[in-house]
């Protein structure tokens, strides 16, 4: 009976049999009737150049985590090197995670006896690199906004995504307006040479304006505190500037960490103020901790 065999390769047009060496066997009779004769098979590689483009030409590691090269191919034999190739390689796998930087060369073989090879370029940060900001879960359509970039280290540059919202940059923050109400996700990505870090965060715009003291809604209840006399005797009267309305709490510690007085102020309020007794106590450094949420301010106090 006439007919046509055929090899087929699974993957269509650009298929590389290099990194994907995967087939089936049909049979085609002469009223054009097709079978599959096999089921999906491998055949062994063969490498046709000392030289493959395996790896990407660069890479990047930030401190402290770990890269994964990976050979691409599937082959009978894996070489990896770092900087110059030496009789005893530092793997021998397809993929080999590193966490330093530097030149790695990766050598595969086939089953022929052919060799090929690829150099990756990887570049390790000194310095470690967090993606992090400040931005209030909640606030109002009619308010402004404020988010505070507080990656550390100062990363080499930033993307934003603000989710929708409209945001203006500032001297030292972004102040974000909002279309309608709602949940809104902002994503900040901060770069550090070949280092990459995300943070996303959440808002929640309710109608009409939060209560503050303006129409600015900050990601802190602390603006600034100011406290005196310093060194004390008998009184230290304290005086909290708040960004929202906000309750505060004052806890004093000794130089040994004990804690000798606790004031509330618990009735929200956009100006909180204390006074802090120290009447009997004994000269020393004292430690004054007020804390608002999130936000904590500690004030070194000498008597």
């Given at each position: 009976?006439?007919?046509?065999?055929?090899?087929?390769?699974?993957?269509?047009?650009?298929?590389?049999?290099?990194?994907?060496?995967?087939?089936?066997?049909?049979?085609?009779?002469?009223?054009?009737?097709?079978?599959?004769?096999?089921?999906?098979?491998?055949?062994?590689?063969?490498?046709?150049?000392?030289?493959?483009?395996?790896?990407?030409?660069?890479?990047?590691?930030?401190?402290?985590?770990?890269?994964?090269?990976?050979?691409?191919?599937?082959?009978?034999?894996?070489?990896?090197?770092?900087?110059?190739?030496?009789?005893?390689?530092?793997?021998?796998?397809?993929?080999?995670?590193?966490?330093?930087?530097?030149?790695?060369?990766?050598?595969?073989?086939?089953?022929?006896?052919?060799?090929?090879?690829?150099?990756?370029?990887?570049?390790?940060?000194?310095?470690?690199?967090?993606?992090?900001?400040?931005?209030?879960?909640?606030?109002?359509?009619?308010?402004?906004?404020v988010v505070?970039?507080?990656?550390?280290?100062?990363?080499?540059?930033?993307?934003?995504?603000?989710?929708?919202?409209?945001?203006?940059?500032?001297?030292?923050?972004?102040?974000?307006?909002?279309?309608?109400?709602?949940?809104?996700?902002?994503?900040?990505?901060?770069?550090?040479?070949?280092?990459?870090?995300?943070?996303?965060?959440?808002?929640?715009?309710?109608?009409?304006?939060?209560?503050?003291?303006?129409?600015?809604?900050?990601?802190?209840?602390?603006?600034?505190?100011?406290?005196?006399?310093?060194?004390?005797?008998?009184?230290?009267?304290?005086?909290?500037?708040?960004?929202?309305?906000?309750?505060?709490?004052?806890?004093?510690?000794?130089?040994?960490?004990?804690?000798?007085?606790?004031?509330?102020?618990?009735?929200?309020?956009?100006?909180?103020?204390?006074?802090?007794?120290?009447?009997?106590q004994p000269?020393?450094?004292?430690y004054l901790?007020?804390?608002?949420?999130?936000?904590?301010?500690?004030?070194?106090?000498?008597?």
């Open positions: 009976m006439g007919g046509v065999w055929s090899l087929n390769i699974l993957g269509g047009a650009g298929y590389n049999p290099l990194a994907n060496n995967h087939y089936v066997v049909t049979a085609t009779d002469v009223n054009n009737n097709t079978s599959q004769l096999s089921n999906y098979f491998s055949v062994p590689i063969q490498l046709t150049s000392n030289r493959l483009n395996l790896l990407p030409k660069n890479g990047g590691i930030c401190l402290g985590e770990s890269y994964t090269l990976d050979a691409v191919i599937d082959s009978v034999g894996y070489r990896w090197y770092r900087e110059t190739v030496s009789s005893t390689p530092i793997a021998t796998t397809k993929q080999h995670s590193i966490s330093v930087g530097g030149n790695y060369i990766i050598e595969v073989d086939d089953s022929f006896g052919n060799t090929a090879s690829d150099t990756i370029s990887v570049i390790a940060n000194s310095e470690p690199l967090t993606a992090d900001f400040l931005m209030p879960s909640t606030t109002g359509i009619d308010d402004i906004t505070v970039d507080i990656s550390f280290v100062q990363p080499d540059s930033t993307v934003w995504n603000w989710g929708g919202a409209t945001a203006v940059k500032g001297i030292d923050n972004y102040t974000l307006s909002f279309p309608s109400t709602g949940s809104y996700t902002v994503q900040l990505i901060s770069y550090l040479g070949a280092c990459a870090k995300i943070k996303s965060s959440t808002i929640t715009v309710v109608p009409g304006r939060l209560q503050t003291s303006d129409p600015i809604v900050y990601p802190y209840n602390i603006k600034s505190v100011v406290s005196g006399p310093n060194p004390v005797f008998d009184q230290l009267d304290v005086e909290i500037d708040m960004a929202n309305l906000a309750t505060a709490e004052l806890i004093l510690y000794n130089q040994m960490g004990a804690i000798l007085q606790t004031i509330n102020l618990s009735t929200p309020a956009l100006n909180q103020s204390a006074s802090v007794n120290f009447v009997g000269a020393g450094i004292y901790r007020i804390t608002s949420g999130p936000d904590v301010r500690v004030i070194k106090v000498v008597k």
